[in-house]
Nanobody, 116 residues
């Protein structure tokens, strides 16, 4: 079965950096699109970044220039490098996978807290 396990979250000061990882198994990682979303209490899940099987990327305006998504098809892992973190980046971050622009499998999430 599809499994996505996020790691790398934690507490960081504003202006700092974190790198999230998402270890994937149970599907053909190299041919799937991968994405990152985040969610805060009472709000809808927010798209952050996507990387296709061809390594094409796109980002939400809120994180463009600060966050970078990448993938390692040998380790079956997708990453989210987050720089210049702000208090408003505090959220639970989710990894997801799918094809054709539809993400239909999700990880359990990892908490990121940015202190101001």
């Amino acid at each position: 079965q599809v499994q996505l396990v996020e790691s790398g979250g934690g507490l960081v000061q504003a202006g700092g950096s974190l790198r999230l990882s998402c270890a994937a198994s149970g599907f053909s990682f190299s041919i799937n699109d991968m994405g990152w979303y985040r969610q805060t209490p009472g709000k809808q899940r927010e798209f952050l970044a996507r990387i296709t099987r061809a390594r094409s990327t796109n980002y939400a305006d809120s994180v463009k220039g600060r966050f970078t998504i990448s993938r390692d098809n040998v380790k079956n892992t997708v990453y989210l490098q987050m720089n210049s973190l702000k208090a408003e980046d505090t959220a639970v971050y989710y990894c997801c996978t799918g094809r054709g622009g539809i993400f239909n499998y999700w990880g359990q999430g990892t908490q990121v807290t940015v202190s101001s």
